[in-house]
C-alpha cells in the first residue's frame, strides 16, 4: 500500500504563489506516473498536472506557464510549484500515484482570493 500526504494548500492572494508537497510512503522512482489533481465544488476533479517515469510533463491548459510539476527521488516527493494563482485555481488538490494500481492523497485545500 502506498500512503500520500499532501501539504501546502492555503488562502493566497490572486498573483500569489505557493508549492504543494506529496510525500510518499515508498520509492517513487518506479512509479509510473504521478500528478496533482484538483476538485472545485461542483465541478468534477481534473488533471492540473502529471509526471511520467521518464520526466515527461503534461498540464492542463489553464495552468500552462503558471504551474511547475517536479519531484525529489531522495526524499520521495513530488512538488507542485503554484504561480500567478488566480481565484479560479481555487480548489481541493490531490496527489496520485499510478503503476497497475492507483492511490490518493487526502488532499489541500487552496484558496486565492481576489
Known amino acids: 500500500q502506498v500512503q500520500l500526504v499532501e501539504s501546502g494548500g492555503g488562502l493566497v492572494q490572486a498573483g500569489g504563489s505557493l508549492r504543494l508537497s506529496c510525500a510518499a510512503s515508498v520509492s517513487i522512482f518506479s512509479i509510473s506516473t504521478m500528478g496533482w489533481y484538483r476538485q472545485a465544488p461542483g465541478k468534477q476533479r481534473e488533471l492540473v498536472a502529471a509526471i511520467s517515469s521518464g520526466g515527461s510533463t503534461n498540464y492542463v491548459d489553464s495552468v500552462k506557464g503558471r504551474f511547475t510539476i517536479s519531484r525529489d527521488f531522495a526524499k520521495n516527493t513530488l512538488y507542485l510549484q503554484m504561480n500567478s494563482l488566480k481565484p479560479e485555481d481555487t480548489a481541493v488538490y490531490y496527489c496520485?500515484?499510478?503503476?497497475?494500481?492507483?492511490?490518493w492523497g487526502q488532499g489541500t485545500q487552496v484558496t486565492v482570493s481576489s
Open positions: 496520485n500515484a499510478k503503476n497497475s494500481w492507483s492511490y
